[in-house]
């Protein structure tokens, strides 16, 4: 009798030690409830208003030489909860100038020198990993995102398959359903995922630093696994190419970086409708502030565009091109109708990797003295692989100029050292008073906020040179997503000509402009 009551006891403490424990945080409202289990495995779960809207979807780490994995059988030493209701200010004003931060917190603290943070919001919920290890450095092998949604989910979804993550994210957005997805299939963030019961829901992460970015796959149900980027030892460009890049090898890991960090937030904005969709600023309530209080220096404005028209001026008494001239006409125009900036894109420099000299019709210390008398900046285009390499001493050039900011260009990858990329070069220019436009880029991720000089564009106007890439729908839609979480306005025009007469009219310009 003693030894079955041992053994009874030893089959006790064994479910009690192994049994999966839940925590529950919800919105301020009550109307999201996330549910956090930690038995073998992390995960979480999301209703809003009723609705189960993600299923149980797991939440780890491989961080090599550690034993304890975060979120792999997580040993839970302290559960804390909190609740803030405060507001932030925009350093400079997005859709709004003042933002409501409210929203209920849970960190797990876990054995192994981690832990995990929940936030919800009224409008979304978001988690994080953070690390204390002892090492100064560690090599991040992957991280398990996990994604069980609903049944019956729809998305829109970008058309994108390169295998190895390179893309200008301009695609266009196709709507789908989410069991129709496959692996070969990679969608870059911003997600927009629409439930059965009409819940509307954007796939997001927010302060992005030193990691490459998400990336999201189907397999033909309804999850969603993330992916990511691995680190890149060796590059090349390519035979005959100024910009497009090989990548000649790469690392079995995403991200080596520091061992006490925080990871970035894995957003859900969650939303009764379109409206609030437009409305929700949680990516940029959750990056880290801003690295300074002195942005008097920043400001935002309309920008003259000459690759849209390609510099093709009439009615003038001199000849139109890239020339001194003719930059100075654009100022001129851009003056009488109160323009603060005029572009000079692709074409104005010595070449399109020797960006510190420009070309010899170019006088650009003349150009900056006369758009400065009209009260009208200088915006220089860059190629994204010279400016990596001569990041200071470009800018130096720049600055002494008097040139108020740079268009970055081409940079197509989205691994940790392009996100590193990013951030060096908004600190560069910040300690130089020039504003950041980076094209054709990865999606906002709160960069913006850290470095208030630096905006990220989105898909324009520009594509109708290249195709029905823009349409009504694409632009309330996928296409224009990045739109929900950019910080300037992009460039457009007012051209009063047909769809079919626009192609006509692209090939009469290149035309030209190959001729000059």
């Known amino acids: 009798m003693k030894r079955v009551l041992i053994l009874l006891h030893i089959i006790l403490c064994t479910c009690i030690v192994t049994q999966a424990k839940n925590y529950t945080v919800s919105s301020p409202d009550g109307k999201i409830k996330v549910t956090v289990t930690a038995g073998k495995q992390l995960s979480w779960s999301i209703n809003y208003n009723g609705e189960r809207i993600l299923n149980p979807s797991l939440m780890q780490m491989d961080i090599e030489g550690q034993t304890e994995q975060p979120g792999v059988n997580p040993k839970v030493i302290k559960a804390k909860t909190l609740k803030v209701n405060s507001e932030q200010t925009a350093v400079i004003p997005l859709k709004q100038r003042i933002i409501k931060d409210q929203y209920n917190q849970l960190t797990l603290t876990c054995k192994g020198n981690y832990a995990i943070v929940f936030r919800v919001y009224n409008n979304g919920a978001a988690y994080r990993f953070e690390t204390s290890l002892k090492q100064p450095k560690v090599i991040i092998n992957t991280e398990t995102i996990e994604q069980n949604w ?47 019961k009409g819940t509307k829901v954007v796939i997001m992460e927010s302060d992005l630093f030193d990691y490459p970015n998400l990336f999201l796959t189907g397999d033909r149900n309804n999850t969603l696994s993330g992916e990511f980027p691995p680190v890149v030892l060796k590059s090349a460009l390519k035979e005959g190419a100024d910009r497009d890049e090989v990548l000649l090898e790469k690392a079995s890991y995403i991200a080596e970086t520091e061992g006490t960090r925080t990871f970035p937030w894995r957003v859900l904005m969650i939303n009764e409708d379109d409206k609030a969709v437009i409305e929700n600023n949680l990516v940029y309530q959750l990056a880290s502030p801003s690295v300074t209080q002195d942005t008097d220096w920043i400001k935002p404005g309309k920008i003259s565009w000459d690759w849209w028209s390609t510099l093709n001026v009439y009615g003038v008494d001199f000849k139109a091109g890239v020339n001194t001239d003719t930059y100075k006409y654009f100022i001129d125009f851009a003056s009488k109708y109160g323009i603060e900036y005029i572009l000079l894109d692709e074409g104005w420099s010595a070449g399109t990797w020797n960006i510190k000299e420009a070309i010899p019709e170019l006088n650009i210390p003349e150009l900056v003295r006369y758009g400065k008398e009209r009260n009208v900046g200088l915006v220089l285009w860059t190629l994204w692989n010279p400016l990596d390499k001569e990041l200071d001493e470009i800018l130096d050039v720049y600055e002494k100029w008097g040139i108020k900011g740079i268009k970055v260009d081409f940079m197509q990858r989205s691994d940790q050292y392009m996100v590193n990329f990013y951030e060096r070069v908004g600190k560069a220019a910040m300690e130089r008073k020039l504003l950041v436009d980076f094209h054709g880029s990865f999606k906002p991720s709160g960069l913006q906020k850290k470095y208030p000089n630096v905006q990220i564009s989105v898909t324009t106007i520009e594509n109708r040179f290249f195709g029905e890439k823009i349409t009504v729908s694409g632009l309330i839609t996928g296409q224009d997503l990045k739109e929900q979480l950019r910080v300037l306005l992009a460039k457009g025009s007012c051209k009063n000509i047909t769809k079919e007469e626009v192609h006509e009219l692209v090939d009469e310009i290149y035309a030209d402009y190959e001729q000059r």
Do not use: V
């Not at 266009?172 to 299939?185: A, C």
């Open 150 to 196: 609903t049944e019956g989910c729809k998305l829109y979804w970008p058309r994108e398959k390169n295998q190895e993550y390179l893309t200008h994210c301009e695609a266009i957005f196709d709507e789908l359903n989410i069991s129709s997805l496959t692996k070969d299939m990679k969608g870059y963030l911003p997600i927009y995922l629409s439930t059965p």
